[in-house]
């Protein structure tokens, strides 16, 4: 046996291990993360629509995006309501609930009930949501027809399509977060919860002043995901209402995956991906830096 | 006794007020039992409220796939139908290519979890068991990879399965045919490794003994072997957490297969062809038959994850909870 022998048992020591166990996802992180990155922010500064070469025209395509197309300024700002909404409800409501949760009993029956909308597929979601929603026969009119109120149509009027999408969503990912918070409720020391209750402290401000900080980095880890999830989010309303009507749906996500498969616009919707991408980032870091101030080193 | 208790309250009065002014509320204006009583409501009042709100529309989809359609179109519509019409689930077969589906989706999303689990576990072992160089830039680049949205990799990674070189007819310049577009790979290969999977089996990887691995490498077992026989082994819940969560969500994702698949309906999978369906599902006539195929793509997930829904709890806050 020569000393280069290529047996696969020899090759693995304890120095070599490591990379070799590492191989696959390296080379996936090689085809699959930095070749896709390199090449849309490489076709962001191009025009390609696929079928020719792809032309290189600078920074064109930001330009564009920025002065001559008031839909994307609008996608924006859609986006940013739809993430207002989504967090500003979802994570309130799923942090109380998560609070009733984890002092009650039947937890098992609870969670799988609160669970159902998470697990199930969004298109399911969609429809099972459109039927309950569309006009006129629509479940929650009717309930609504019971108690005397006149319900709008819902996904068909742009003054309410918004505020249907966003109930949808955070109706699909309230168990998740509730779950998320109520692990982060049951790793606080139920002792010091104790010690306030026996120095006299109300239940209001055993929550505010003991409860609520020790549960920042939870607050913190599911703030940042929702947020994020929130601003790249476009399946659910690609079944609910394809981002209109009249585009008040339309979020920057869904307006990026239309104009890249429908319009083959390939380089415009790279560089609208890339401005999507720059959008998390800031705001990410926007949350880091609020929520550390109070005291959140874990991250 | 008395002493103490009067004596702890001396040495308190320079605490805040509310302290006491909610002791005494407490007590006076509520008895004890009262406000007990209102808490309990409360708090299953609250929990019942959202546990109905999260039923009720899959409620009013199973109501709906019983249906028949003079009862959808009659006007105002039929809400509880008078003949149950079990029926529509058989339909949703027979009149669908809901079995191709299926086994499509059973195919795509077995082997993602297969191959994730693979990959993330030997990734796992070697950040959490070895020190090595470059070993903190990996941890790094994992943990910072998961904010990168998927929706930026759809257009690249689309073009990187067409332009893939000697695959459907391509040359080595990847000209000429479709790649790999028209075939499983397609919907399996760009989920082969999940950042997050990685960084979840590394915190389970963690949980190893050194001294069992040690020990083992005293006795002559292979590096492979540590992994194989011992780390594996002892991981095995972790394993489940992680493929539970992978299959789940595998199973549900949409927007990808949609995007490959538009050109190759024989790989549609099941949540695909539900949405293609969606011109049709705004002709009243076909709602039951259409609700009943949405029940049917819904349930193998809800009974999966209600057979296993401790390793979900476990994952999730493992997911969070940063080592």
Not at chain 2, 212 to 230: N, V
Request: charged content about 10%; hydrophobic content about 55%; proline content about 5%.
């Amino acid at each position: 046996m020569s000393p280069l022998s290529l047996n696969p048992a020899k090759m693995l020591t304890q120095k070599t291990a490591p990379y070799l166990f590492l191989v696959p996802v390296l080379l996936f992180g090689l085809v699959f993360f930095a070749l896709p990155l390199a090449a849309s922010l490489y076709l962001s500064f191009t025009s390609w629509n696929s079928l020719v070469a792809p032309r290189w025209i600078g920074s064109a395509n930001y330009e564009h995006l920025f002065t001559r197309d008031p839909l994307f300024l609008k996608t924006l700002l859609n986006t940013l309501v739809f993430t207002v909404g989504v967090v500003g409800i979802g994570v309130p409501a799923s942090l109380l609930l998560a609070g009733v949760f984890s002092r009650s009993r039947y937890q098992a029956l609870w969670r799988s009930i609160y669970s159902l909308p998470m697990v199930t597929n969004v298109v399911a979601v969609g429809f099972i949501w459109w039927f309950v929603l569309a006009d006129p026969w629509g479940v929650l009119n009717r309930f609504l027809a019971l108690i005397g109120i006149a319900g709008p149509a819902w996904l068909n009027d742009p003054s309410t399509a918004m505020i249907a999408v966003v109930m949808v969503f955070v109706w699909m990912h309230l168990g998740q977060n509730m779950l998320l918070f109520s692990a982060g409720l049951g790793a606080i020391d139920e002792s010091l919860h104790e010690a306030a209750r026996i120095d006299g402290a109300g239940e209001a401000r055993i929550f505010w002043s003991i409860t609520l900080p020790l549960l920042r980095p939870t607050i913190l880890f599911v703030l940042i995901t929702s947020v994020i999830t929130a601003i790249s989010y476009f399946a659910l309303i690609l079944v609910l209402t394809e981002g209109g009507p009249v585009n008040s749906t339309n979020v920057t996500a869904l307006y990026i995956y239309g104009m890249a498969f429908t319009d083959l616009r390939l380089g415009r919707a790279s560089a609208a991906a890339y401005v999507l991408l720059v959008v998390i980032f800031l705001v990410s870091l926007l949350q880091l830096r609020v929520l550390r101030r109070g005291g959140v080193e874990a991250y | 006794m008395r002493m103490l208790s009067h004596e702890t309250k001396a040495a308190r009065t320079d605490l805040p007020k509310p302290t006491d002014a909610t002791n005494a509320g407490a007590t006076t204006a509520h008895p004890r039992g009262v406000r007990k009583w209102a808490v309990w409501t409360f708090k299953y009042g609250i929990l019942s409220l959202g546990a109905v709100i999260m039923i009720l529309p899959f409620a009013d989809m199973l109501i709906g796939a019983l249906r028949t359609p003079a009862e959808r179109l009659a006007r105002p519509p039929v809400y509880w139908p008078t003949i149950p019409q079990w029926h529509n689930f058989i339909r949703a077969f027979t009149d669908l290519p809901m079995l191709a589906w299926l086994t499509n989706s059973v195919i795509v999303t077995g082997s993602i979890t297969a191959v994730q689990l693979a990959t993330s576990a030997l990734a796992g072992f070697a950040l959490a068991k070895y020190r090595f160089r470059g070993r903190n830039l990996i941890l790094r680049f994992v943990l910072v990879a998961q904010i990168f949205p998927f929706f930026l990799f759809i257009i690249p990674m689309f073009f990187i399965l067409r332009y893939w070189p000697f695959a459907g007819g391509n040359d080595w310049l990847g000209q000429g045919g479709t790649g790999l577009l028209d075939s499983y790979l397609a919907l399996i290969l760009p989920f082969a490794v999940s950042w997050y999977g990685v960084f979840l089996m590394r915190q389970f990887m963690m949980t190893v003994p050194d001294e069992l691995l040690d020990a083992a490498r005293i006795d002559g077992a292979s590096e492979f072997g540590l992994f194989w026989r011992i780390a594996l082994p002892l991981v095995r819940p972790g394993m489940v957490t992680l493929g539970l969560l992978v299959w789940i969500y595998h199973w549900n994702e949409v927007i990808w297969t949609m995007t490959v698949t538009r050109a190759a309906p024989e790989l549609q999978t099941v949540t695909v062809g539900i949405q293609l369906l969606r011109s049709e599902f705004f002709d009243e006539r076909n709602q039951s038959l259409q609700q009943a195929a949405l029940a049917v793509s819904v349930i193998p997930v809800i009974v999966l994850f209600l057979c296993l829904q401790r390793f979900y709890v476990r994952g999730l806050s493992m997911g969070s909870l940063k080592g």
